[in-house]
């Protein structure tokens, strides 16, 4: 079964860090660019953060751009996404999701709660 499984997140004081984890399974993980999208309450998707199969690059919103990093481990299907200086502006659901063949994402994560407040 295609799926992806979340980890990290939580509470965390304006200016500090949390790393989020994204373990998938069921398909060939080392096929597929890799996402990073969050969502304040009440607001659309925000995509944050995106790796490509082969790690040639890696690309971030401007947001996000300078305080975030995204990283994979094919050996391990999981990707990660490194989260320093957070604020209060960051404060949102945070899922990961692969590409699909119809250029859309899918295979979307549970969402762990990403929160900075003091």
């Known amino acids: 079964q295609v799926h992806v499984v979340q980890s990290g997140g939580g509470l965390v004081q304006p200016g500090g860090s949390l790393r989020l984890s994204c373990a998938a399974a069921?398909?060939?993980?080392?096929?597929?660019?890799m996402y990073w999208v969050r969502q304040a309450p009440g607001k659309g998707l925000e995509w944050v953060s995106a790796?490509?199969?082969?790690?040639?690059?890696?690309y971030y919103s401007d947001s996000v751009k300078g305080r975030f990093t995204i990283s994979r481990n094919n050996a391990k299907n999981t990707v990660y996404l490194q989260m320093n200086s957070l604020t209060s502006e960051d404060t949102d659901v945070y899922y990961c999701?692969?590409?699909?063949?119809?250029?859309?994402?899918?295979?979307w994560g549970q969402g762990p709660q990403v929160t900075a407040s003091s």
């Open positions: 790796i490509p199969h082969d790690v040639s690059t890696t």
């Open positions: 069921g398909f060939t993980f080392s096929n597929h660019w």
């Open positions: 999701a692969k590409d699909s063949d119809d250029g859309t994402l899918d295979c």
